[in-house]
């Protein structure tokens, strides 16, 4: 059964900072592994999808990188902007079901 | 297009009465899916439909939970004689095609369970 973590829970840090967000999961045979963002009281909002075969995406100033052997993905986030103080799940999909982290709660102070 | 539609968002039901979620796929998408976010918790699959039937409940509690996907009008989640430990933001997600090997899926805004 895949279990999926999100290390850390909660990370504070002041504007302009790069950052990583950490996943691990421990089913290795996933088809694809998601990363999306929740405000608070809000729905999801997808971020960035990696196929099983791909290694990495990007879009805008967000990276997201899947090692499938290691079970490890990370979202890169650069130069942080209070508007992206949210947070962020990464869930990981095998054949009908996608397994959801607990989540990091992001606070990027000005 | 419309994304996918969940109403109500906000729902209050007293202990004992029973609890209908609604679910919108957008446009062209035919399969649905259902997950609970309790508080302080990570959303949690409960079940996945195609029209008409249900694919995969392995995430639905085996009592009180019913979920249904007709060929006319949106998915329903159905909770008899809700308990306060119900109380949890149900989200919806739709895809065009089954399964999550290739494409996302897109979620709603979900609705938000209040058990009093």
């Known amino acids: 059964k895949q279990e999926v973590t999100q290390i850390p829970a909660a990370l504070s840090v002041p504007e302009g900072e790069n950052l990583v967000l950490n996943c691990s999961f421990t089913d290795s045979a996933i088809y694809n592994l998601q990363w999306f963002r929740q405000d608070p009281g809000k729905g999801l909002t997808s971020l960035l999808l990696i196929q099983s075969s791909q290694r990495e995406q990007t879009s805008g100033r967000l990276n997201a990188s899947l090692d499938k052997s290691s079970g490890r993905s990370t979202l890169y986030i650069a130069a942080s902007q209070p508007g992206d103080s949210a947070t962020y799940l990464c869930?990981?999909?095998?054949?009908?079901?996608?397994?959801f982290g607990a989540g990091t709660r992001l606070t990027v102070k000005p | 297009n419309a994304g996918v539609m969940q109403n109500p968002r906000h729902l209050v039901r007293r202990r004992g009465q029973e609890a209908r979620l609604r679910c919108s796929p957008m446009?062209?998408?035919?399969?649905v899916y259902w997950y609970r976010q309790l508080p302080e918790e990570g959303l949690k699959f409960m079940v996945y439909?195609?029209?008409?039937?249900?694919?995969?409940e392995s995430g639905m509690p085996k009592e009180r939970f019913s979920a249904e996907f007709p060929k006319e009008g949106p998915s329903i989640l159905r909770i008899q004689q809700v308990v306060r430990g119900d109380s949890a933001a149900y989200f919806c997600?739709?895809?065009?095609?089954?399964?999550?090997?290739?494409?996302?899926?897109?979620f709603g805004p979900g609705t938000r369970l209040t058990v009093t």
């Open positions: 869930a990981a999909s095998n054949n009908n079901d996608m397994r």
């Open positions: 997600a739709s895809s065009p095609i089954g399964g999550t090997n290739s494409y996302e899926q897109y």
């Open positions: 439909l195609q029209k008409e039937n249900i694919i995969d």
């Open positions: 446009k062209g998408h035919s399969h």
